[in-house]
């Protein structure tokens, strides 16, 4: 343990200029921590334009700090960010895939070279404002740490973390874990906090809110082709299979497109069903629930267990996106870095690229990315 004056020891706490990483890092100070804050900046390249907060984030966080009487650092991860996980994020596209690069922004960033930052200045551990839970455990005499949910299930961010192995669990503490997104708000009202009435950010993690398709037309090229209904119909021109996802309802540009009716003599809506690479086709379909649009199993590669070791063959529980329910499902095999599970209800536009994770009640067991 470094040599601070505190007897629970150092913690860096990843403090963003949002109210649930300023709660963090007051939360810890009352347990007793020697607390530092430290502020990631992980974009940079239009940081003057309107939809890059960054600085006035800095502002805030650096208030907070100030406030609580912490120190805070800020410490510059662009070049991290823009080789590990921006880099990845459009080679995924360009494949005609949709990744999370939130989950990979946590695996690379915020628990490796934020982790490894932190270590290098004396720190016992590191915090962030994640909503999950850590749980040490003790089995035949071994040691290991267990990634739960949230106890707030409409905050759970278990899904974004299931790459974590336990190296990385073993030095994080999540103190928002036990608390709901109510009182972290009510704690930053009471405390004073100058951003206790922030808005949560939104967006992905350094796209933010700027406009998604034109952000990406920046970075990938347009490369137009034909949307054609699973009848072979041509019903419209895309600008590139990179700019859609599966399950993509608005913005395909086929609005005018009539094709089947409801009873009541409306349109029904039009859904981004298949990519066809090969032949740079966009297939699409109508109806929420077109066959197309529904699958019974998938296929994950590149897994990555939180004990370190694939679960046995059983049934579980799983999200095939953040926004899900879990759904139950059999892990039918495991072989190396691959694994397949078939679920009981079919799953809606389960999209290629995202991340399938899998709990076993509460317990989040890991992952991998659907193919």
């Given at each position: 343990?470094?040599q601070?004056s505190?007897k629970?020891g150092r913690?860096v706490v ?19 921590y020697?607390v530092l ?5 992980n974009?940079?390249?239009?940081d003057?334009?309107?939809y890059c ?5 800095w502002?805030?966080a650096?208030s907070?700090a100030d406030?609580i009487?912490?120190d ?6 662009a070049?991290?960010?823009k080789?590990?996980v921006f880099g990845?994020f459009?080679?995924?596209?360009s494949?005609?895939r949709t990744?999370?690069?939130?989950v990979l922004?946590?695996a690379e960033?915020k628990f490796?070279?934020?982790l490894d930052?932190?270590m290098?200045?004396?720190a016992d551990?590191?915090?962030?404002g994640h909503y999950?839970?850590?749980r040490?455990v003790?089995?035949g005499?071994?040691?290991?740490f ?5 106890v ?6 278990s899904y ?8 990385q ?7 928002l874990?036990d ?6 708000r009510r704690i930053a009202a ?9 808005k949560?950010?939104t967006?992905i993690?350094?796209?933010?809110e ?5 952000f990406?037309n ?12 699973p ?6 021109q ?8 599966l ?14 009716q409801r009873?009541?003599g409306?349109a029904?809506?039009w859904?981004?069903?298949r990519k ?6 966009l297939?699409?379909v109508?109806g929420?629930?077109?066959p ?5 199993t ?9 004990s370190?070791?694939p679960p046995?063959?059983?049934?579980y ?7 899900q329910a879990?759904?139950t499902c059999?892990?039918?095999s495991?072989?190396g870095g691959?694994f397949t599970l ?12 995202q991340s399938?994770v899998l709990?076993?009640g509460d317990v989040c067991?890991g992952?991998?990315?659907i193919?």
């Amino acid at each position: 343990m470094s040599q601070t004056s505190s007897k629970k020891g150092r913690i860096v706490v990843g403090m963003s200029g949002g109210v649930d990483s300023s709660v963090t890092a007051w939360l810890l100070k009352q347990q007793g921590y020697d607390v530092l804050g430290l502020f990631m900046k992980n974009w940079e390249d239009d940081d003057d334009s309107e939809y890059c907060s960054s600085r006035q984030d800095w502002l805030d966080a650096a208030s907070v700090a100030d406030l609580i009487g912490v120190d805070i650092e800020a410490v510059n991860f662009a070049a991290e960010y823009k080789d590990r996980v921006f880099g990845e994020f459009l080679r995924e596209y360009s494949a005609g895939r949709t990744p999370n690069p939130d989950v990979l922004c946590n695996a690379e960033i915020k628990f490796k070279a934020f982790l490894d930052h932190a270590m290098s200045l004396g720190a016992d551990l590191i915090a962030t404002g994640h909503y999950a839970r850590v749980r040490e455990v003790e089995q035949g005499g071994q040691r290991s740490f267990q990634l739960l949910k949230a106890v707030d299930g409409s905050k759970d961010q278990s899904y974004f973390l299931h790459r974590l192995n336990q190296a990385q669990l073993s030095r994080t503490r999540f103190p928002l874990g036990d608390i709901t997104k109510q009182e972290v708000r009510r704690i930053a009202a009471e405390i004073g906090l100058p951003n206790a009435t922030k808005k949560d950010s939104t967006g992905i993690c350094f796209i933010g809110e700027r406009p998604f398709r034109e952000f990406l037309n920046r970075y990938l090229p347009t490369k137009p082709g034909p949307i054609k209904t699973p009848e072979g119909e041509v019903v419209g021109q895309h600008q590139g299979l990179a700019f859609h996802t599966l399950g993509q309802r608005k913005g395909l540009g086929i609005g005018g497109v009539k094709g089947r009716q409801r009873e009541d003599g409306t349109a029904e809506a039009w859904y981004a069903a298949r990519k066809d690479m090969a032949t740079n086709t966009l297939y699409v379909v109508q109806g929420h629930d077109h066959p197309w649009l529904l699958a019974n199993t998938l296929s994950a590669t590149d897994a990555s267990w939180i004990s370190g070791a694939p679960p046995q063959p059983g049934e579980y529980a799983a999200k095939t996106r953040y926004r899900q329910a879990d759904a139950t499902c059999q892990l039918d095999s495991v072989i190396g870095g691959d694994f397949t599970l078939t679920f009981r209800t079919p799953q809606w536009a389960v999209t290629p690229g995202q991340s399938a994770v899998l709990y076993d009640g509460d317990v989040c067991l890991g992952g991998g990315i659907i193919v």
